[in-house]
Nanobody, 125 residues
Framework: VQLVESGGGLVQAGGSLRLSCAAS????????IGWFRQAPGKEREGISSISSSDGRLLYADSVKGRFTISSDNAKNTVYLQMNSLKPEDTAVYYCAADKLALRFWLGPDFPPDYWGQGTQVTVSS
C-alpha cells in the first residue's frame, strides 16, 4: 500500500493550493481516503474525508467552506483544494486510507491504517 502526497508549498494568506494523494496497492473503491494535518506543537487533526462507498464528504469545522475534497477514481487519486488559506493552516498535511471513514474522526487512538509521508504547507501572513 502506498499513498503519495504532493502539491504542498509556500503561499501567502488568502491564496490557494491543491494537494494530491496518489494511492496504489489496494482497491481504491473499497476505502475511505482523507487528510490530516499536524502543526508544530499541536496534535494531529483530521480535516476531511471522502468515502468511496457512498461519496460522503466530511470536513472539520476549521476548514469547512474553504477546503474541498474530491476524488478521481480512474486515477486512484484524492485531491484537497485549499482556498482562503490562513497562517494557522500551516502544517504538514498527510493523506490516509482506511476501510472505515469513521477512523478519520475518532482521534489519535484510532488512526487510519495507511498513511502517506506528508507534505508541508506554509502560509505566510
Amino acid at each position: 500500500v502506498q499513498l503519495v502526497e504532493s502539491g504542498g508549498g509556500l503561499v501567502q494568506a488568502g491564496g490557494s493550493l491543491r494537494l494530491s494523494c496518489a494511492a496504489s496497492g489496494f482497491t481504491f473503491d473499497d476505502y475511505a481516503i482523507g487528510w490530516f494535518r499536524q502543526a508544530p506543537g499541536k496534535e494531529r487533526e483530521g480535516i476531511s474525508s471522502i468515502s468511496s462507498s457512498d461519496g460522503r464528504l466530511l470536513y472539520a469545522d476549521s476548514v469547512k467552506g474553504r477546503f474541498t475534497i474530491s476524488s478521481d477514481n480512474a486515477k486512484n487519486t484524492v485531491y484537497l483544494q485549499m482556498n482562503s488559506l490562513k497562517p494557522e493552516d500551516t502544517a504538514v498535511y498527510y493523506c490516509a486510507a482506511d476501510k472505515l471513514a469513521l477512523r478519520f474522526w475518532l482521534g489519535p487512538d484510532f488512526p487510519p491504517d495507511y498513511w502517506g509521508q506528508g507534505t508541508q504547507v506554509t502560509v505566510s501572513s
